[in-house]
């Protein structure tokens, strides 16, 4: 697959100015062909977790190669409605939503996870054996080492622990509730087969108290490269070793049951280049700055994660070198990339933020009244406007002026 070049970029800053995402459609459709082959020999089906990146047209994009979708709130199973996903195709993972929400989404005919018992007692009494459900298991194993993004460890608040199996059984029993699938998903940072091998054997081992199942769904934690460097989910041996073991559990539990996952930075991530525009370079004492028309508002996972962007400066790419911090114009620390080197930044310069596709615009924010930017799609050499930046009547359109 051909990558988007820089000068193709820069036109589209050209036409469309800064900041803006751009989403690369061959790459996302690379990327689920590439997950999807990994599996040999097994019935694999990928729900896109659709929190990365929930533009209508990559929905679309996503749903014309087959792929489901995984939701967490109400309001992304309409979403994902709207843009042509059948019901039956979405699997609903809350939690600590009211259970008005869940009966809402079994209206609607979507696959429903479950994540608390209190939940399952509420769907047992109400919907016995007429409405199947999945259940969110929590096996408590580490995912990484960043904690903001492991959940699976003993003290998350996802899924029901594996410890409380026995209480779980007795609720399914006492309901004849019908459970069709077991989840987990532990994070979003698994390194190696080990540990997602680890999680997957003790759900195999959860599901001999489970006749009904029809699928085990391992969730995600597919980490993709970052950074030159970066550890990155070998996805040909993990998929390898991951089918084997879940042959042999089919094999044991006497049925043929169907592998699920819910990627989203594996889909999305690499496809999305973020770009804004130099404002200013202003020199401190000891840094150099490159001050940004953006910030934690469009691109939070530097703030909130310490996550790592790779950024080029697009504009001058024979430039010399020099060091950089790249800040955001939010009234906020908020740096977007410390001691970076750069060719040479100028004043009016476009910088691409690398691995902007996932949990960048849906993340972003009107923090200091500022709007939200638009969203490019790039298919087929051809760039596509699929949302306007957000104008000042976005910001106050909910806003109620009253005399008091
Ligand atoms: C966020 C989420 C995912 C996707 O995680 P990625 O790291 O983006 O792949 C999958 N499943 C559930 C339940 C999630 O909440």
Redesign the pocket.
């Known amino acids: 697959m051909k990558e988007i070049t820089n000068k193709e970029l820069l036109k589209i800053a050209a036409n469309f100015g800064t900041p803006t995402y751009v989403y690369h459609a061959e790459k996302i459709i690379d990327q689920y062909q590439k997950l999807k082959n990994s599996f040999p020999e097994v019935k694999v089906h990928l ?1 896109y ?1 659709m ?2 990146l929930n533009n209508i047209n990559v929905l679309k994009l996503l749903k014309a190669q087959g792929c489901g979708l ?1 939701a ?1 709130s109400i309001q992304e199973v309409y979403l994902g409605l709207r843009a042509g996903f059948e019901a039956q195709e979405i699997m609903y ?1 809350p ?1 600590c939503v009211d259970f008005d929400e869940i009966k809402e989404a079994v209206e609607l005919g979507v696959m429903i ?1 479950i994540d608390n018992i209190s939940i399952l007692e509420q769907f047992g009494s109400y919907y016995g054996d007429s409405v199947p459900c999945c259940l ?1 298991l929590n096996p408590h194993i580490m995912a990484g080492g960043h904690s903001h ?1 492991s ?1 699976g460890h003993i003290d998350s608040k ?1 899924g029901i622990s594996i410890y409380q199996l026995r209480h779980v059984q007795r609720v399914v029993q006492s309901h004849k509730i019908k459970v069709n699938g077991l ?1 987990m ?1 532990t ?3 698994i390194l190696d087969a080990d540990v997602f091998l680890r999680g997957a054997e003790l759900l195999f081992d959860a599901a001999e108290s489970f006749p009904d199942l029809e699928f085990m769904d391992f ?5 993709v490269g970052y950074k030159d460097g970066d550890i990155v989910t070998d996805i040909n041996s993990i998929g390898q070793r991951i089918s084997g073991a879940f042959k042999e559990f089919c094999g044991r539990y006497g049925r043929e049951l169907e592998l699920w ?9 690499e496809s999305g280049s973020f770009l804004v525009k130099a404002n200013v370079i202003k020199q401190t004492t000891s840094t150099v700055f490159v001050g940004v028309n953006s910030g934690q508002n469009h691109l939070i996972r530097p703030m909130f994660y310490d996550a790592y962007h790779h950024i080029e400066n697009i504009s001058n790419p024979e430039g010399i070198k020099r060091l950089y911090s790249v800040v955001g114009y939010i009234c906020e620390t908020d740096t977007l990339g410390y001691d970076r080197q750069l060719n040479e930044v100028r004043e009016g310069d476009v910088l691409r933020i690398k691995n902007a596709g ?2 960048g615009f849906t993340m972003s924010n009107n923090y200091n009244a500022r709007l939200r930017p638009a969203e490019v799609l790039y298919y087929k050499g051809q760039a596509h406007l699929i949302r306007k930046a957000e104008t000042l009547e976005d910001v106050y359109r909910n806003e109620i002026e009253v005399e008091i």
């Open positions: 729900h977790a929190k990365a995984d967490v993972t939690n996870n969110r993004i959940v996802f989840h998903h994070g979003s940072d969730g995600s934690g597919f980490k996952f819910e990627p989203g930075k594996f889909i999305v991530s996932a949990y």
